[in-house]
């Protein structure tokens, strides 16, 4: 890689901390967040809507990447990630916490899919998995030090002050993007057909599909761990705790696809990602504390090596139009998230956090079955 697509790369790694740090940081701060806005515990999932609707307009920014210039997307998309944090970090009621999530979320969708898809542009093919690898790094930092610091900060300060932080720090990415000479690294141009054929292609809905399925837990799981948390009796400071170990987690996944995904198959480590999870997922609507610590890990390290080379995998299977395809796997997750979060208080009330762990271990099933049949059967890799 030359100069400029290494401090490309390095401004990604730091983008990806400021948005997964918000997406994270909210997740063990559920309880206090139902308590500050006055809604049941079992309802959490429905202030999230705002944010899981935004990611329906992932497909726009995509285009218009492909069109335009990545750069200038990714300006306009932390434009509007900066505006939602300070619109959370000045509103008090519940109302301004759906709207802010709501232009946060525009954010996060498109840069998160613009972030692959670019890479996979300016970065040779041997030396995507190597990359997303430093991305995944970079992702599991923000959940080792958001909970720890999200707890401190809610319980010294408020939450609209952990927003205010991540209006600075999104700030200081956007300088970034206004410096750095992005290389014109632009897509075919597409017309209205090639549009189509992507949208009706059949590896195109295997692939919204298997999103679909491997977004499920995203949710259902880890909007309801924290609630589940403290019906076993631990505090706060204590859920956050718990939080951290997952962490260790994510990090491990991202060292193992730096070092091995290239060189021993992209493939083969997201299917053992996927057993991974499926041997960690159940254990976990337990009560036991050390059970916990274990299998938290277990499920930590599987589902962030799949979720590690989702994006990069996807990116390969199209060379045109790679920006809009991966948009549309944003907006697929998009989709899961406003069926989950709509879904998942139902099923919580229904049975308990050990009936969310049943569909979670039903999903990643499917999710690897689609993963043998796009990237195996069908050869798309």
């Known amino acids: 890689m030359n100069g400029d697509t290494k401090k490309i790369t390095i401004l990604f790694m730091l983008i990806t901390y400021v948005i997964i740090f918000e997406l994270c940081v909210v997740l063990p701060l559920a309880p206090r967040i139902s308590e500050i806005y006055g809604i049941n515990a079992s309802n959490i999932s429905m202030l999230n809507l705002g944010y899981a609707i935004a990611g329906l307009f992932a497909p726009i920014f995509g285009f218009i990447a492909d069109k335009h210039g990545v750069k200038k997307t990714m300006i306009i998309s932390t434009l509007l990630f900066?505006?939602?944090?300070?619109?959370?970090?000045?509103?008090?009621?519940?109302?301004?916490?759906?709207?802010?999530?709501?232009l946060i979320g525009l954010g996060y969708y498109s840069l998160i899919g613009i972030i692959y898809s670019y890479t996979a542009l300016i970065v040779e093919e041997n030396k995507l998995g190597r990359i997303s690898g430093y991305y995944k790094i970079f992702f599991g930092l923000a959940i080792l030090t958001s909970p720890v610091l999200g707890s401190f900060m809610i319980e010294n300060y408020s939450i609209a002050f952990i927003y205010r932080v991540l209006a600075a720090s999104s700030i200081v990415c956007l300088i970034g993007l206004l410096i750095l000479k992005f290389p014109d690294k632009r897509m075919e141009k597409m017309d209205f057909n090639d549009v189509k054929f992507l949208i009706k292609n059949k590896t195109t809905i295997l692939c919204l599909l298997m999103t679909?399925?491997?977004?499920?837990?995203?949710?259902?799981?880890?909007?309801?761990?924290?609630?589940?948390?403290e019906s076993i009796g631990m505090t706060q400071m204590e859920i956050g705790q718990m939080y951290v170990f997952i962490s260790f987690g994510t990090l491990l996944a991202g060292f193992l696809i730096l070092l091995f995904s290239d060189k021993l198959g992209k493939l083969k480590f997201v299917i053992f990602g996927v057993i991974l999870c499926l041997?960690?997922?159940?254990?976990?609507?337990?009560?036991?504390?050390?059970?916990?610590?274990?299998?938290?890990?277990?499920?930590s390290l599987g589902y962030d090596i799949i979720w590690g080379l989702h994006s990069t995998m996807a990116a390969l299977i199209y060379k045109k139009a790679t920006g809009t395809f991966l948009t549309m796997i944003?907006?697929?997750?998009?989709?899961?998230?406003?069926?989950?979060?709509?879904?998942?208080?139902?099923?919580?009330?229904?049975?308990?956090?050990?009936?969310?762990?049943?569909?979670?271990?039903?999903?990643?099933?499917?999710?690897?079955?689609?993963?043998?049949?796009?990237?195996?059967?069908?050869?798309?890799?």
């Open 279 to 299: 041997i960690g997922i159940l254990p976990l609507s337990t009560s036991t504390k050390t059970l916990l610590l274990i299998f938290s890990f277990i499920w």
């Open 330 to 381: 944003s907006l697929a997750m998009a989709f899961t998230n406003i069926f989950s979060n709509i879904v998942s208080p139902f099923l919580y009330r229904a049975g308990g956090f050990r009936l969310n762990t049943i569909v979670c271990f039903i999903s990643l099933v499917l999710t690897g079955i689609l993963y043998i049949k796009v990237y195996y059967i069908d050869r798309k890799l």
């Open 212 to 229: 679909f399925f491997l977004c499920i837990p995203a949710i259902v799981f880890y909007n309801y761990y924290s609630i589940h948390l």
């Open 82 to 102: 900066t505006f939602g944090a300070l619109v959370m970090g000045f509103g008090e009621k519940a109302i301004f916490y759906v709207a802010a999530r709501f």
